[in-house]
């Protein structure tokens, strides 16, 4: 596959500068247009030591517009990156819609060293890249544009190279052991990019193999590559990208698509009757049962998430169901049951401007809270296939799409030791209308209730038939649906707690 980067390609001074002057005109225009656009640019940058990916970055920083861009290089992770799931630090750097992201070092570093330096075997390799083309497949589909070259030099280029910057006392630093010890292992190194290269290179985020041996070439090459996969992204109105290709990008054929009804669901639901139907809502709990259990509950709680805390095992709690199903009461008796600086509520409204700009699974990645803490989600990442499915606030390509992409989150999130427990819960239509008129009698409850609740209840069915799918699609054996009958309160409550009892000390 390199063989054919080795083409020893040159471009002359007088030819290199004629074509400089257009070219950073067009990617200047090009990043104007991006601006206004609702979709960012990803643009990552691989390859040997010496291959040129700090000229890289820096020379697009130089020709376009760095205000609009985001640079960022990723080291080891850091103990505090550690403390949460690997793409934790990655979907935190993304760029807003309009704008650039630079990458060095970013998700494919630790994979390609892991297995070039054999750490990890083929399997997990292929996991590891099976992960990432998902990660890359989600942020193409939300529309952006992503870009990965691979600076590739030969053998003998990259020796050469080593060999001048080793030479000029003001380069020397540049080159370290571990560089000529990774250079004396090139076919090593080779092959593994070689894989890593052909498994995750695809239409919606294509790698492009740049011969870096000729350093004019290769500005020439990353920069023409930026501004023609900028002009086709942003449609009608931009100038005609020209038919000449100055390199290779790598496109096997596309991934399968996913299933709509993935394997592995705890259950399958029979669609004549939905998963709500077929709820017993008849279990009561009396007052001085509830306040014995409760306490019970609470105090076996707060061992628990000691011990977690002592282990490094996050819980994450969210809570879905219907409006004055008591998801807020539910939660209250959580909190009075630990240190109040071991846990975080975070209540999802309607996003901000900078989290549109997103996509919408940013916000709650950027909530994911250290080791050994408990967040408390009140509304979730579950809106993209309830309200916003129901109100037609997403397309339905998106919200469809979305069942494999929080399944994607959610597996993430347990394979790094994470608790995820999910709750509906769910109350009769009637027994919401009567919470309803209640709370319009209460002085101090009144607040809670809104036009839009009200509103709401005349989308019950659609409701209904959102939360039947939301469970068949995303219920599984890692991240199960717990559907709590909340008819009675102190049922409910106690419920909540006794399930996520046993999900922690399950999981230690």
Same mark, same amino acid.
């Given at each position: 596959? $390199?063989?054919?980067?080795?083409? &020893?390609?040159?471009?002359?001074?007088?030819?290199?500068?004629?074509?400089?002057?257009?070219?950073?005109?067009?990617?200047?225009?090009?990043?104007?247009?991006?601006?206004?656009?609702?979709?960012?640019?990803?643009? /990552?940058?691989? &390859?040997?030591?010496?291959?040129?990916?700090?000229?890289?970055?820096?020379?697009?920083?130089?020709?376009?517009?760095?205000?609009?861009?985001?640079?960022?290089? $990723?080291?080891?992770?850091?103990?505090?990156?550690?403390?949460?799931?690997?793409?934790?630090?990655?979907?935190?750097?993304?760029?807003?819609?309009?704008?650039?992201?630079?990458?060095?070092?970013?998700?494919?570093?630790?994979?390609?060293?892991?297995?070039?330096?054999?750490?990890?075997?083929?399997?997990?390799?292929?996991?590891?890249?099976?992960?990432?083309?998902?990660?890359?497949?989600?942020?193409?589909?939300?529309?952006?544009?992503?870009?990965?070259?691979?600076? +590739?030099?030969?053998?003998?280029?990259?020796?050469?190279?080593?060999?001048?910057?080793?030479?000029? =006392?003001?380069?020397?630093?540049?080159?370290?052991?571990?560089?000529?010890?990774? +250079?004396?292992?090139?076919?090593?190194?080779?092959?593994?990019?070689?894989?890593?290269?052909?498994?995750?290179?695809?239409?919606?985020?294509?790698?492009?193999?740049?011969?870096?041996?000729?350093?004019?070439?290769?500005?020439?090459?990353?920069?023409?590559?930026?501004?023609?996969?900028?002009?086709?992204?942003?449609?009608?109105?931009?100038?005609?990208?020209?038919?000449?290709?100055?390199?290779?990008?790598?496109?096997?054929?596309?991934?399968?698509?996913?299933?709509?009804?993935? #394997?592995?669901?705890? #259950?399958?639901?029979?669609?004549? @009757?939905?998963?709500?139907?077929?709820?017993?809502?008849?279990?009561? /709990?009396?007052?001085?049962?509830?306040?014995?259990?409760?306490?019970?509950?609470?105090?076996?709680?707060?061992?628990?998430?000691?011990?977690? +805390?002592?282990?490094?095992?996050?819980?994450?709690?969210?809570?879905?169901?219907?409006?004055?199903?008591?998801?807020?009461?539910?939660?209250?008796?959580?909190?009075?049951?630990?240190?109040?600086?071991?846990?975080?509520?975070?209540?999802?409204?309607?996003?901000?401007?900078?989290?549109?700009? +997103?996509?919408?699974?940013?916000? $709650?990645?950027?909530?994911?809270?250290?080791?050994?803490?408990?967040?408390?989600?009140?509304?979730?990442?579950?809106?993209?296939?309830?309200?916003?499915?129901?109100?037609?606030?997403?397309?339905?390509?998106?919200?469809?799409?979305?069942?494999?992409?929080?399944?994607?989150?959610?597996?993430?999130?347990?394979?790094?030791?994470?608790?995820?427990?999910?709750?509906?819960?769910?109350?009769?239509?009637?027994?919401?209308?009567?919470?309803?008129?209640?709370?319009?009698?209460? =002085?101090?409850?009144?607040?809670?209730?809104?036009?839009?609740?009200?509103?709401?209840?005349?989308?019950?069915?659609?409701?209904?038939?959102?939360?039947?799918?939301?469970?068949?699609?995303?219920?599984?054996?890692?991240?199960?649906?717990?559907?709590?009958?909340?008819?009675?309160?102190?049922?409910?409550?106690?419920?909540?707690? @006794?399930?996520?009892?046993?999900?922690?000390?399950?999981?230690?």
């Amino acid at each position: 596959m $390199f063989e054919a980067a080795e083409a &020893g390609r040159t471009v002359s001074k007088a030819d290199y500068e004629s074509e400089v002057a257009k070219l950073r005109w067009e990617l200047l225009d090009a990043q104007r247009l991006l601006k206004a656009s609702r979709f960012p640019l990803v643009v /990552l940058f691989g &390859g040997p030591d010496g291959g040129g990916k700090s000229e890289a970055v820096q020379l697009l920083n130089e020709w376009m517009d760095p205000r609009g861009i985001v640079n960022r290089a $990723f080291d080891e992770p850091s103990e505090d990156e550690r403390e949460r799931p690997p793409f934790w630090r990655f979907w935190l750097a993304l760029p807003p819609h309009g704008q650039i992201g630079l990458f060095m070092s970013a998700w494919y570093s630790v994979p390609l060293v892991s297995r070039a330096t054999r750490k990890t075997t083929l399997t997990d390799f292929d996991s590891a890249l099976d992960r990432i083309a998902a990660f890359e497949r989600t942020l193409a589909a939300d529309g952006a544009l992503v870009l990965k070259f691979w600076m +590739h030099l030969s053998r003998r280029d990259q020796k050469r190279r080593l060999q001048n910057l080793s030479k000029d =006392p003001l380069t020397r630093w540049r080159v370290t052991k571990a560089e000529w010890r990774r +250079h004396r292992q090139y076919d090593r190194w080779s092959a593994t990019a070689e894989r890593l290269i052909q498994r995750t290179s695809f239409g919606h985020a294509p790698w492009f193999i740049i011969d870096a041996a000729d350093e004019r070439y290769r500005n020439l090459a990353v920069a023409t590559e930026v501004r023609d996969a900028l002009y086709r992204a942003l449609g009608p109105g931009t100038p005609e990208v020209p038919a000449k290709r100055r390199s290779r990008a790598i496109k096997p054929e596309e991934p399968a698509a996913v299933p709509a009804q993935p #394997s592995g669901l705890v #259950s399958r639901i029979d669609r004549e @009757r939905s998963v709500l139907d077929v709820l017993d809502m008849t279990p009561t /709990l009396s007052k001085p049962a509830f306040k014995t259990r409760l306490l019970e509950q609470q105090g076996r709680l707060n061992k628990l998430q000691r011990k977690a +805390h002592a282990r490094g095992r996050s819980v994450i709690v969210l809570f879905e169901g219907w409006d004055a199903a008591g998801k807020g009461g539910a939660i209250r008796r959580i909190v009075s049951a630990l240190e109040p600086r071991s846990y975080r509520v975070i209540p999802v409204a309607v996003p901000t401007d900078e989290e549109r700009a +997103h996509h919408y699974l940013w916000r $709650f990645w950027r909530h994911l809270a250290r080791a050994g803490r408990v967040t408390i989600f009140d509304r979730s990442w579950y809106g993209r296939v309830l309200v916003e499915r129901v109100e037609s606030l997403a397309t339905q390509a998106e919200w469809s799409r979305a069942y494999a992409e929080i399944r994607e989150f959610e597996e993430e999130l347990t394979e790094h030791g994470i608790v995820l427990v999910k709750y509906w819960l769910h109350i009769t239509k009637d027994e919401q209308e009567r919470r309803f008129t209640e709370r319009a009698k209460s =002085p101090y409850k009144s607040w809670k209730l809104t036009d839009e609740d009200w509103r709401n209840r005349e989308k019950w069915d659609l409701y209904e038939l959102a939360v039947n799918d939301m469970v068949e699609h995303t219920s599984t054996h890692h991240a199960p649906w717990h559907l709590v009958p909340a008819n009675d309160k102190n049922h409910a409550r106690v419920e909540v707690l @006794r399930v996520m009892n046993d999900a922690i000390e399950r999981a230690l």
